[in-house]
C-alpha cells in the first residue's frame, strides 16, 4: 500500500509559482509606486478629512488596530479554513488525492489535526486582537483635534 500523497510535477510546481508572482508582482508594484506615497500624505492630514461623524484619523486608527489584524484572519481562513476543517473532519492529512510539493506520508488520528487546529488558533487570535483593538481606537479616537485649515499663499 502507498502511504504517500500523490506530488505535483515539476511543470505543475513551475506553474503554481509562476501564477503566484503574477499576483503578487502587481500588487507589489502598486504599492510601492502608489499606495504607500498616497498614505503617507493622507495621514499628514487625515483630520482634515470629513466623512459623515468620522474623520480621517479614525479611518487611520481602526485600521491598524482592527484591519490589520482582522486581515490575516479573513485570508486564513479563505485559503486554509475549508481544507482544515475537511482534515478535522476526516482525520487525514494530505486529504485524499490531495497533491503535495514534496514527498509527504499520509498522516492519520489527532496527528492529521494538529496542524489544522492551530490555523484556527490563529485566526481566534487574530479575531481577538482585532477585538482589543477596536476597544483601543476608539479609546484614541476620543479627543481627534478638528483640522487646522494650511495657510494658504494669501494668507502669508
Not at 503554481?16 to 503578487?24: D, E, P, Q
Not at 504599492?31 to 484619523?57: H, K, M, P, S
Not at 498522516?107 to 490563529?122: N, R
Amino acid at each position: 500500500m502507498n502511504n504517500y500523497a500523490p506530488e505535483y510535477t515539476k511543470k505543475e510546481r513551475i506553474a503554481i509559482i509562476v501564477k503566484s508572482l503574477l499576483l503578487a508582482l502587481p500588487i507589489y508594484a502598486v504599492a510601492q509606486l502608489w499606495f504607500f506615497d498616497w498614505l503617507r500624505e493622507y495621514a499628514d492630514n487625515a483630520n482634515c478629512y470629513y466623512y459623515g461623524n468620522i474623520t480621517g484619523v479614525h479611518l487611520l486608527i481602526y485600521s491598524m488596530f482592527v484591519g490589520l489584524p482582522l486581515l490575516p484572519a479573513i485570508m486564513l481562513f479563505i485559503f486554509e479554513g475549508r481544507r482544515s476543517l475537511k482534515v478535522i473532519k476526516l482525520g487525514q492529512s494530505p486529504l485524499p488525492g490531495e497533491k503535495v510539493f514534496k514527498k509527504t506520508m499520509y498522516t492519520y488520528g489527532y496527528k492529521a489535526k494538529i496542524q489544522p487546529v492551530f490555523v484556527f488558533l490563529f485566526i481566534g487570535l487574530c479575531i481577538t486582537s482585532s477585538l482589543w483593538g477596536a476597544i483601543q481606537a476608539h479609546k484614541l479616537t476620543q479627543d481627534v483635534k478638528p483640522c487646522e485649515q494650511q495657510p494658504t499663499h494669501k494668507d502669508i
